[in-house]
């Protein structure tokens, strides 16, 4: 039992920052129809930045968190501005490649300004570890999910009671009447990369201090992000937040009570498994096609 | 049809001689190893093409069957002593059948859902090449014996250079026909609308399913020159960034275009030794070609230039 709760309890902390990473894919999807494959690229910015300003330019923790999200949120503003918007109406593989583009760019980037080293972060309140039921639980962990939690009713208040979440959620179900209503789609687009770059980052810096961070550590974030979002159904956000904690879980469970050497297939086995049995995700609405 | 036939024998012949007169510029070893892969990569995306460009099925898992072809070739014949040709062609057939066995489910997806089981597929590949230490090497990865014809040793770099041009342009070859071929045509039809096309009575998942198998085949069998080429491979080959180039490859020169194909593999195949002279700078630059090019030329560099050379004065083209 306290095994159990043991592997629970990483699932869950790994799981959280899956869903916060496929969140963002989800609501850059529902705006634009546009898979960004930096999202990965987020998540890094997001820890590496902390590192950065805490570590090299020696600022507190509380207002280097703000500020790394800020430059996340900024460069998903700017990967939008510059990269996504101006292929407007290309080819879903052609946005795709330019994604992939601006990825190699921001790694390059980080990877020039702060190195390729491996970058540690200190724990955001000690590593005095909780006991459980047997089972431990790093303090981290629960910032990890709290901030999922918060992410959680934020999004929920967020489309529910703000004219600009309702005006988000109306160009997702239809860009042209979104746009005769009158509502700027080009903004609620750039607003959708900017929020989920500061997502992304969010699952970045929460995530430093347990696993360190590198200049590359994107890509594979990035994808479990993507199995998240597809594993709950593309462009639903709730879809990808439990896609995303199922995923951690069902990686640690496994990693757990068989081998660890295939944890990293294992989110991609199900992804295959589902999609055979459910080609739109598990929430995610069958789709029609047009002739 | 004359006019086609003549164009697509052109076009070969023009692959051809290019592959030809290629090391007439100079006996640099740095260089014939580079316009090796160049080739060898290019017969890879004429294969890819087929399905993202003419079928309209993207795949982020490809790399994974070159990998597969590599390592059969290399596993079968340094430790079970298959002979060179024998074990490169279990491997295309073995290859071949996983394809055509996740083929359908895997093709009945469609835009990223494909996108992502595609890229699952390719990951696990190279997870169980990375993992199984006792067949493949590991993370390490396996020397690869010479390859023997008969009791010919095909070696040297010179040698592999004229193997790799000859299979690109084999490839070239067969794509081209297959363009043109009733395949072709269902191909196109079912891109433009794969509704459209049921209507019309194609069986849509038939030609799916055979383009899907033929390239994962071509990528296998590449895969075994290459491993040979190398006399080593690594679970790398396998990996996810090596199947977002095979498609970025294909996606830069141009989709639905089989000299773009060829042309995109170069770039990227050289661009990357190219920008090594920027050293530290060398992604920063690679990543805002690749985003230049695709804003500017979203169809890729053959078409776009194509259609600049047939319609001057811009609009359009073909």
Sequence with gaps: MAEFLQFLFSGLTVGAIYAMVGVGFAIIYNSSQVINFAQGEFVMIGGMATVALTANAGLPLALAVPIAIAIAALTGLALQKFAIEPSRGASVATVIIITIGASIFIRGVVEVALGKNDRALESFSGDEPLRIAGATLLPQSLWVLGALVAVAIGLKLFFDRTRVGKAMLATAQNRLAAQLVGIEVNRIMLLSFGLSAALGALAGLLTAPITLTRYDVGIMLGLKGFCAAILGGLGSAWGALIGGLLLGIVEQMSAGYFSSAYKDAVAFVIILAVLFVRPSGLFGARGTDRV | ?318
């Design chain 2, 1 to 318: 049809m004359r006019a086609l036939l003549s164009a697509r024998i052109g076009g070969v012949l023009l692959l051809a001689a290019i592959v030809a007169a290629l090391p007439l510029l100079g006996p640099n070893r740095f260089y014939v190893d580079m316009a090796m892969k160049s080739w060898l990569n290019a017969a890879v995306c004429i294969g890819l093409n087929l399905l993202i460009g003419y079928a309209g099925q993207i795949s982020l898992g490809h790399a994974g069957f070159f990998a597969l072809g590599a390592y059969a070739s290399a596993i079968l014949t340094a430790r079970y002593g298959v002979p060179g040709l024998v074990a490169m062609l279990a491997g295309a057939v073995g290859t071949g059948l996983l394809a055509f066995a996740v083929a359908r489910p895997i093709l009945k997806l469609r835009g990223h859902y494909l996108a992502m089981a595609t890229l699952g597929l390719g990951f696990i590949i190279s997870i169980v090449l990375t993992r199984e230490l006792w067949l493949t090497g590991g993370p390490d990865g396996v020397q690869v014996p010479a390859l023997f014809v008969g009791t010919w040793r095909a070696s040297g770099l010179e040698t592999w250079y004229w193997i790799a041009g000859g299979a690109m342009v084999l490839t070239a070859w067969l794509s081209l026909n297959l363009i043109d071929s009733g395949i072709g045509r269902a191909l196109r039809a079912l891109h433009g609308s794969e509704v459209a096309a049921e209507t019309l009575g194609i069986d849509t998942t038939r030609y799916k399913v055979m383009v899907f198998v033929l390239s994962a085949v071509i990528a296998a069998l590449v895969g075994s020159l290459f491993a040979h080429a190398e006399r080593f491979v690594t679970p790398q080959e396998a990996g996810f960034l090596r199947s977002i180039e095979f498609v970025t490859m294909v996606v830069l020169g141009g989709m639905a275009s089989t000299f773009g194909a060829v042309v995109g593999a170069v770039i990227l195949t050289v661009l990357p030794q190219a920008v090594a002279t920027f050293q530290d700078f060398k992604h920063i630059v690679f990543g805002a070609i690749l985003i230049m090019v695709m804003i500017f030329m979203p169809r890729g560099l053959v078409p776009t230039l194509a259609g600049l050379v047939r319609r001057p004065g811009g609009g359009p083209g073909a």
